[in-house]
């Protein structure tokens, strides 16, 4: 759900232009928009991660849980590489234009776009960390449960 919800946020605060007064612009965009995000990839991760937990719980050794870490962190790589689009989400903001700028003002306004991750990634980030933590200590638990106490011979008769 974390996918739709706001991943970057670009804000342009512009002061000067008459007394006293400045404009913002402010533009939010989700983890499927554009060049800016990954969502499918963490959408992706989260329903195989969901499926493994779901197919791991029903087995009786529950080692399959424990592989729900490996979608966890292919999560967090695209939550990564999502944290260092924040170019292309300004580009992004100045191409959405409806006339095209100047390269003079262009480049001005691009020195005064500040970008910062929002809301929705930050919950993706918490998911990510939770199917994770969840898939190793599984994994453990179920590794634990498999290697119990080993059998010892019968004492001989004396």
């Known amino acids: 759900m974390s996918a739709v ?11 000067g232009f008459t007394s006293g007064a400045s404009h913002s612009l402010d533009r939010s965009f989700n983890g499927f928009e554009g060049t800016v995000g990954w969502g499918y990839l963490t959408l992706l991760c989260a329903l ?40 292309s989400a300004k580009s992004a903001v100045l191409d959405g234009q409806p006339r095209a ?11 005064q776009l500040h970008a910062s991750l929002d809301f929705g990634w930050f919950l993706a980030l918490l998911m990510s960390l939770v199917i994770t933590g969840v898939g190793v200590a599984a994994f453990v638990v179920a590794a634990g449960r498999s290697s119990g106490p080993v059998p010892q011979p019968p004492l001989p008769r004396q």
């Open 5 to 15: 919800l706001p991943w970057v946020k670009v804000t342009l605060q512009v002061e």
């Open 48 to 87: 195989a991660a969901g499926g493994l937990g779901v197919v791991g719980g029903v087995l009786p050794n529950g080692r399959l849980v424990g592989a729900t870490a490996i979608p966890g962190l292919l999560g967090l790589v695209s939550l990564g590489l999502a944290a260092t689009r924040f170019d």
């Open 101 to 111: 700028l100047p390269p003079v003002v262009r480049v001005l306004l691009e020195k």
